[in-house]
């Protein structure tokens, strides 16, 4: 299979295609790609290709938002140099062609994206090339490396509910990862990818991933919880975080599972099914 880079600032993945008057076209939108992500293909079929994830999903992209790569400039994307690549982590940022902020925009990328560093940094700014061949500088604030990873359970834990937290107020789009929109595993999914760890994309605990199910009792802030088709970031408290479909809030907002408390959603919360963590001793903060 041949290994391809991602060059639309965001693209999205589709369960299925279509055929119809000559055309063809995405059926139900499944997941939402960033900027310098990394997929493999294997299959075509008209403009569309069938790829999978670095993080093990699938599903249908439109081909114009790709490009193969040899497995040279793969390492490289891959973080296999010393500082050759490293993720946004501001919600977004612009790319300037020069360093300094009256300067025109040549790209703007989402929070988790990936450029390539470039020998060139300069009072703050950093100079980078993204995926789609573009170079520019960008604030070097507004970059973290590929392997940084909090070292402590506790500062792990802090980490997670802040990413999670800039979602906050963000609408709900189905399949989204970005603060343009995004849903419920979209949010859990970013928060812990932000800290550099790889969950399952969806509602559910799944063999091979590092989520493993905990009694109920035992979740601590920035474990999982579970619903029928949902999913939600533990706060602490009684209270989580989620991205929610529901039309009388319909994005990222807190809610409590205290049937005393105003923001109490009753219909999560009788229906709570499972609890899950990366932390194998549950060890609070």
């Known amino acids: 299979m041949q290994t391809a880079i991602i060059t639309a600032p965001q693209a999205f993945l589709y369960e299925n295609i279509l055929t119809g008057r000559g055309h063809t076209y995405g059926v139900s939108i499944s997941d939402e790609l960033l900027s310098g992500w990394l997929v493999m293909i294997q299959q075509k079929q008209a403009q569309y290709l069938k790829v999978t994830t670095h993080y093990g999903y699938s599903g249908w992209l439109d081909s114009s938002h790709l490009r193969c790569i040899s497995p040279q400039e793969c390492e490289l994307w891959n973080g296999g140099s010393v500082h050759s690549s490293a993720v946004i982590s501001r919600k977004t940022i612009d790319i300037l062609r020069e360093p300094r902020v009256q300067s025109e925009i040549v790209s703007t990328l989402c929070m988790g994206s990936k450029v390539l560093l470039l020998d060139d940094s300069r009072d703050g700014w950093q100079k980078v090339k993204t995926a789609d061949g573009l170079c520019g500088y960008l604030p070097a604030v507004s970059l973290k490396g590929t392997l940084e990873i909090p070292q402590t359970d506790s500062s ?10 800039t979602y906050l107020g963000v609408p709900y789009r189905w ?111």
Do not use: W
């Open 175 to 285: 399949g989204g990862k970005t603060h343009i929109g995004i849903d419920c595993s979209g949010l859990t999914f970013m928060s812990y990818y932000m800290c550099g760890i790889l969950i399952y994309r969806d509602a559910a605990i799944v063999t091979g991933y590092p989520v493993q199910e905990i009694p109920i009792s035992r979740i601590q802030p920035a474990d999982l919880l579970y619903f029928p088709g949902h999913i939600a970031l533990y706060l602490g408290n009684n209270r989580y975080i989620h991205s929610t479909g529901n039309l009388k809030s319909f994005g990222c907002v807190v809610n409590s599972l205290n049937p005393q408390d105003p923001d109490y959603r009753k219909d999560l919360a009788e229906n709570l099914t499972a609890a899950g963590s990366i932390f194998p001793n549950y060890g609070g903060i």
């Open 156 to 165: 792990l834990r802090c980490e997670i509910l802040r990413y999670a937290k």
